[in-house]
């Protein structure tokens, strides 16, 4: 299973970005996809999470200006950041419990990360 994650870049303070993350690989199916970010010298954070029944759950950090939404049709996690702000500058990642095919558990996979720079 490999996680494919687009967007990302540089923004000006208020600016809008999205994330997109695709799943590909032999895959039964995906419980929780989320994003994190870890920025230079901080710890990776939850930034957003999204259940298999779409329910969500963000960091109070962001809470009114993310929001996170899936497509299981395509395996995808997507992350609409508006009103980003510089202390949003990290790298994201997304991450999503997938169970294989001929598997039972499902196993923790993750993106290859994307930098995100906010300018003030």
């Known amino acids: 299973v490999e996680l494919l994650e687009y967007g990302g870049g540089l923004v000006q303070t208020g600016g809008s970005l999205r994330l997109s993350c695709t799943a590909s690989?032999?895959?039964?199916?995906?419980?929780?996809m989320a994003w994190y970010r870890q920025a230079p010298g901080k710890q990776r954070e939850m930034v957003a999470d999204?259940?298999?029944?779409?329910?969500?759950t963000y960091a109070d950090s962001v809470k009114g200006r993310f929001g996170i939404s899936r497509d299981d049709a395509k395996n995808t996690v997507f992350l609409q950041m508006n009103n980003l702000q510089p202390e949003d500058t990290a790298v994201y990642y997304c991450?999503?419990?997938?169970?294989?095919?001929?598997?039972?558990?499902?196993?923790?996979?993750w993106g290859q990360g994307t930098q995100i720079t906010v300018s003030s």
């Open positions: 999204i259940t298999f029944a779409s329910f969500t």
């Open positions: 991450q999503m419990m997938v169970r294989e095919l001929k598997t039972i558990a499902h196993r923790q996979f």
């Open positions: 690989g032999t895959i039964g199916s995906i419980h929780d």
